[in-house]
């Protein structure tokens, strides 16, 4: 294994170390949801069950990938009109 190979293994390893775990449950739902495995309702629940506080909210908001999740979430959460 070559020097940079290694250099960024190390700096793979240390970008996950540095994103909370919420950030990393948000971003393997956000795929599930977008595979189709979970309904938004689901997802949505799910995530709460995760979120710990409202400083996750952001977290949450920023790990959800398309702008149609964030709008989604949005209107679930009552942030947003229907």
């Known amino acids: 294994?070559?020097?940079g190979t290694k250099v960024v293994e190390a700096q793979?390893?240390?970008?996950?170390s540095l994103e909370s775990q919420f950030t990393q449950?948000?971003?393997?739902?956000?795929k599930m949801k977008i595979d189709g495995f979970m309904?938004?309702?689901d997802y949505f629940?799910?995530?709460?069950?995760?979120?710990?506080?409202?400083e996750t909210y952001s977290e949450m908001f920023?790990?959800?990938i398309?702008?149609?999740h964030r709008l989604e979430w949005l209107t679930f959460e009552g942030l947003l009109n229907s």
């Not at 629940?45 to 409202?54: A, G, L, Q, V």
Request: glycine share 6%; charged share 25%.
């Open 1 to 3: 294994m070559s020097l």
């Open 12 to 16: 793979q390893i240390l970008a996950l």
């Open 25 to 30: 449950y948000i971003r393997t739902l956000t």
């Open 39 to 41: 309904s938004g309702q």
């Open 45 to 54: 629940e799910i995530c709460r069950k995760f979120r710990t506080d409202k």
């Open 62 to 64: 920023m790990g959800m």
């Open 66 to 68: 398309t702008t149609e």
